[in-house]
C-alpha cells in the first residue's frame, strides 16, 4: 500500500477501537428500566435485619493464607472465589495494565451481576502504588471473610408478614429480570463500519468450506435417557462448565410449567455477530418420540469436549450459532414410556395437542387452538433469523423436506390422526386405541399411496440437497429401507428422502411455518422406526446420526449471503429478497442481513425496501464457499415519488400472517400463484 493509505488505515483501525471501548464503557454502565411496583407505589426493598447497623462480628480467614499474593495467584485466587461462589460474587476486568496483567475487580454482593434499583455501590481500591502491599492482602482477606469463610452475619428473624412481602418482592423482581434478559437476549451490538474497502465478514478458518468430520465418543454424557430434571441438569453442567462457547436460555415453558431449554453452542454463545448465520435442533416435539433428544445431548456433549482439538468443530463454532433445543415438549416426554415402539401416549403436549399440527398453515386454514410451547417457538423465530433448522421426530426412518402440506389433495392431516383422538385421557388411551391404531396402520398406507402427490416448493433443489446431505451422512438412512412396522414408516425412500407431502400431506407443521413465514430451511428427521426404543440401542442410534448432524450444521454456509444497504452504507432492515424465479420471499434483519442456501450456478437476487428503487442483482454460487454480495439500494426523491410506479403486490396469505411479519407481504413481487399453477 502507498504511505498515505497506510496511515488513513491505522488511523481507522485506532479510531475504531477507541469508539468500541467507548461502546463499552457506557453500555457497562446500563441498567434495566426501573421496575413498577404494586399500587403502593415504587419502593425498594425494605432493609431487613430492621435496624440500621447490625453488630460487626469477627471471623477468621486463615483458608487465604497469610503470604502475599502475586498476580498468577491473585488471579487464581479470585477466579476460584467467582467460580465458588456465583451466587454472591462476579468476576470482571475493568481493563489491562501496561504489560498486559488484568485489573481485576470482584463484585460482593447478593445480587452480583446486576445493579438492583436503588441498591448503592462501593468500592475498594488496593495496591496503587505497586510497592504499597498490605491493601492488596487486606482486600484479599475481605473477599475471603465475606464470601468463603461461612461467619455471614446472623440476620433477626423477620416476621411473617415481611417473609411473605419479602418473597413476594424476590419472585417478581425474579421474573422481571428474565422477562429483560429474554427481550435483551435478542439484542445484537450496532454493525461496525469497517474500512473503505467495504463491510467484509472474517475470512472462514480453516479455508476450505468443508473440513473432514472427524469421529468421536460421547461416553461421558452416558446412553440413557435423560428425564426433566436430569436434561435441565445436564444443560445447567454444561453451561457452567464452558460459558466461553455456551450459552443457557429458555424460549419459554410448557402448560405444565417445564423450560423450553435451548443451549446456544458457538463461539460467541451470548451475542450475534453481525454475518454470522443462526441455526437450530428442535427435537421430542412429539414428546414420545425419544431418540432426537438423546442424539441432541450426546451432540451438545460431542461439540463442547472437541470444540479445543477437531478443526471441523472448531470452524463451525466459530463460523457458526448453533441453538439446540432438545425438547419441545418436555410434558409429553414424562408420560411417555421406554420400549413403546409404536403409538400415542406422550405424543401430544398436555392439553392434547399435536404440536407438528399447531402452527399457521400456508395452504390451509387452521383453527386448532395455539399452544404455549407453540407460541414460544413463534416468538422465537420472530427474535432469531435462522437460516437452517430440522425437526427431529421417531417412528420412520427419512429425511423429508416441504413443503409438508399441499392445494391439491384432501387434508392427509384426518387420515393420520383419525385413530387418535384428540384429547385423551392417558389412563385409557393405550389399551382401547393401540389396537386400534395399530389394525389401522397398513390399510392407513396402502390408501393414502394412492391420494398423495408430490407439493414442490420453490427451493425444492436445495431442500432435496440439505435432505441427502442428512441421509448420505448418516448410518442407515440413505439405504431407503422400510420400516419393520406397520406404520407410515413401512415404505420405501429411494436415497432415505422425501417430500413431505408425497409421504403425507399433513396442516399446521413447523417444517412449512418455518420455510414459509421465517425463510429458514427446515428439515423433519425421522430417526428411527421405534419411536422409544430401549435406552441400550442408544449407542447404535447416535453413531448413525452424529455424522449426519454435524454436516447438516455445516450447510447454513453454502449459497449466497450479504447485506442490503443505502448509499450512506446504512443496512436498511425488512428488505424483501426474492431469488429470481423462485418465488417465496425472506427478508433481511435489522443490521441488514440476509442468507440463503442455494446449489452452485448463477442466480439473480431481487430486492425490494419501501421508499428505495428495486434492484436486481448477479451473482453466482460456487461449491467451495459462500459468495458475499452487498446490494445497494438507493432512495426515491420525495419529489419524484409520483413517476415511479412501485412493484406489483404479492396476494396476502389465504391464512393470517403472524402479526408484525405482514409487511413480508406486501413488499414482495411475484408471490405464490405459480405454486397453484
Ligand atoms: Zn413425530
Redesign the pocket.
Known sequence: MRTAKWYMCVFLVAFLYFYVMLIKQVRGAEVPPRPLLPAEGRQAPAYEPPQFDPQFQDGETDSVGFSYHNYDQMTAYMRKVAAERPDITALYSIGTSVQGRELWVLVVSASPYEHMIGKPNVKYVGNIHGNEAIGREVLIHLIEVSCRSGSLPPYTAMRTAKWYMCVFLVAFLYFYVMLIKQVRGAEVPPRPLLPAEGRQAPAYEPPQFDPQFQDGETDSVGFSYHNYDQLTAYMRKVAAERPDITALYSIGTSVQGRELWVLVVSASPYEHMIGKPNVKYVGN??GN?AIGREVLIHLIEYLTTRYNTDPYVRWLLDNTRVHIMPSMNPDGFEVSREGSCQGGQG?FNSNGFDL?RNFPDYFKTNNKKSQVETEAIKEWLNKIQFVLSAQL???ALVASYPFDNTPNADDGNSVRDSPVPQRTGRAWYDPLVQPVWNALGEPIRVIRQFRTTESRSPDDDTLRHLAKVYSYNHGQMYKGEPCANKGLGAERFPDGITNGAKWYPLTGGMGDYNYVWHGCMEL?L?LSCC?YPEARQLRSFWRDNRKALVKLLGEAHRGVRGYVVDINNNPIEGAGLKVKGRNIGFQTTQHGEFWRILRPGNYVMEVFAEGYYPREQAFSVSEERPTEISILLERVPEVNRHDFTPPPLAPPPPTAAPSGLSGLWTRLTGGFQSLFG
Open positions: 416435539i412429539h418420540e405424543r407438528n421426530h421417531g417412528g423433519t425421522e419411536k
